[in-house]
């Protein structure tokens, strides 16, 4: 059972490339999360998603670009890649998204704009 | 703004000690409280949760207590073990949000 699978572990980026980063989940679950986790100020939520087709933003969506064709694939994409966006990104996903129902959390990927 | 703030930022405990990590919190609408845990290289994991109707939750040596009035939860690990070394992150939710609010992290350290 693999869970929430993140893809890569690790890029480095220059400056106004772009990227997106992989994730999936096989647990059939209906709730997708991006977070972003840097140094000292835990974790960020920066897009969700309830269902296929359906995405909002999070607390820090600038900068980021989501979709959701199908239940177990929850793409992030960086356009114009900033230094401010070297982070450590984590996919989650849970199955209704309700009081007690925990998160699960990918390995993440490590990202580092130069 | 940090919605939960957590401390402290590290914390050194001999094995066999408890380690206590606090966080609170300024949002009344707030009605899950789950603390999670991370090792090196991987993402938060589950530890623990609870909602504010009760006062205190134990799971073998995980015990969270929680202060409605004083709008603060703490994380006890009793028997503190050096595999407990990880960094642990308390969080909020309230029911019809779709946003885990975390605080900050503690890194927790236990010397054998």
């Known amino acids: 059972n693999a869970g929430v699978t993140q893809t890569p572990k690790f890029r480095i980026l220059k400056i106004g490339q772009s990227m997106t980063l992989q994730c999936t989940q096989d647990?059939?679950?209906?709730?997708m999360y991006w977070y972003r986790q840097d140094p000292g100020m835990g974790l960020k939520l920066i897009y969700y998603?309830?269902?296929?087709?359906?995405?909002d933003k999070g607390e820090v969506p600038n900068g980021y670009n989501v979709s959701r064709s199908t239940t177990e694939d929850f793409p992030l994409r960086l356009e114009l890649a900033a230094p401010s966006q070297t982070s450590v990104y984590f996919c989650?996903?849970?199955?209704?998204?309700?009081?007690?129902?925990?998160?699960?959390f990918g390995d993440g990927t490590r990202l580092s704009i130069l | 703004q940090q919605q939960v703030k957590q401390s402290p930022q590290s914390l050194i405990v001999q094995k066999g000690g408890i380690s206590i990590i606090n966080c609170a919190y300024e949002n009344t609408a707030f009605d899950y409280f789950p603390w999670y845990q991370q090792f090196p290289g991987k993402g938060p994991a589950l530890l623990i949760a609870i909602r504010p109707d009760v006062s205190e939750k134990k799971e073998g040596r995980f015990t969270i207590s929680f202060n409605k009035s004083a709008k603060q939860f703490s994380l006890h690990i009793m028997d503190s073990q050096p595999g407990d070394s990880a960094t642990y992150f308390c969080a909020a939710l309230y029911t019809g949000a779709n946003n885990l609010f975390f605080g900050t992290g503690t890194r927790l350290t236990v010397i054998p």
């Open positions: 989650a996903s849970s199955y209704i998204d309700r009081v007690g129902q925990p998160q699960h």
């Open positions: 998603s309830v269902g296929a087709g359906i995405t």
């Open positions: 647990m059939n679950h209906n709730y």
